[in-house]
């Protein structure tokens, strides 16, 4: 099983680590600083280097309880072999800061607007980010309000952190899964990894995040769409 670093330092931008497998599908370590795709969050990209060589990392899988490590080019690494591996921090730190600007959004709906409107889903991109909303009175006037208020929220500067609960204690905090899969992913799970934001949420998630909403920045609405009755979206960008 990957010893998945990022989970518990999501600032680490490298790391030393061992091979365990290396085939035609890719590489796995027995730890690693890459987030694979999953939730919502693209994964990292970055480099392994090994024996004097280096390969470009241009896609990051979950393998059951492993990360494999997918190069650009064909590898044959020993199992066992010392590798250094470094992420392509400019890219994931943007997946950080809109993974917790999609979370304070969704705290702020469910905090001050949960009778009027649910976030049911999100994709982050390099450089904007995408939510979907189950609302039936869908505006222009109240989506900029609610990125005032979002905006507002984060320049107060509110640490965000992530802790570890039992899976009793996960099902005993209302809404911590606002969806019936990630609810029933919880009821699996003997340890739930959630995200806290002070003075507003707490969600179980597996993504990667800033420490405080100032480094966020300001999110800037670049189209909102209706793709239902209730099915609304909102793109954004950070500035």
């Known amino acids: 099983m990957t010893d998945k670093i990022f989970w518990r330092d999501m600032y680490r931008k490298n790391i030393e680590a061992s091979v365990t497998e290396c085939d035609g599908s890719g590489i796995i370590l027995d730890r690693t600083v890459f987030y694979p795709t999953g939730g919502g969050q693209p994964n990292d990209t970055g480099k392994i280097l090994f024996d004097g060589q280096a390969v470009n990392i241009v896609d990051v899988k979950k393998s059951g309880e492993d990360v494999l490590h997918i190069p650009d080019t064909s590898v044959n690494i020993a199992r066992g072999t010392k590798v250094y591996g470094e992420i392509d921090w400019e890219r994931r730190y943007s997946h950080m800061r809109h993974h917790s600007a999609i979370h304070v959004i969704d705290g702020i709906l469910a905090a001050r607007h949960g009778s009027k409107a ?20 869908f505006s222009r006037e109240f989506v900029e309000s609610l990125l005032k208020e979002c905006n507002t929220f984060m320049l107060e500067g509110h640490s965000i952190y992530q802790r570890e609960i039992t899976r009793d204690e996960a099902l005993s905090i209302p809404n911590l899964s606002r969806t019936e ?10 340890t739930v990894r959630t995200i806290v934001i002070e003075g507003l949420d707490e969600q179980a998630d597996g993504g990667t995040h800033v ?3 100032k480094e966020i920045g300001s999110i800037s609405l670049t189209g909102i769409q209706s793709k239902g009755k209730r099915n609304k979206r909102i793109e954004f960008r950070l500035v």
């Open 118 to 137: 649910l976030l049911t889903g999100g994709q982050i991109y390099q450089d904007h980010a995408r939510i979907d909303i189950n609302m039936e009175d």
């Open 181 to 190: 899969p990630g609810r029933e992913l919880i009821r699996s799970l003997e």
């Open 211 to 213: 420490n405080n909403t």
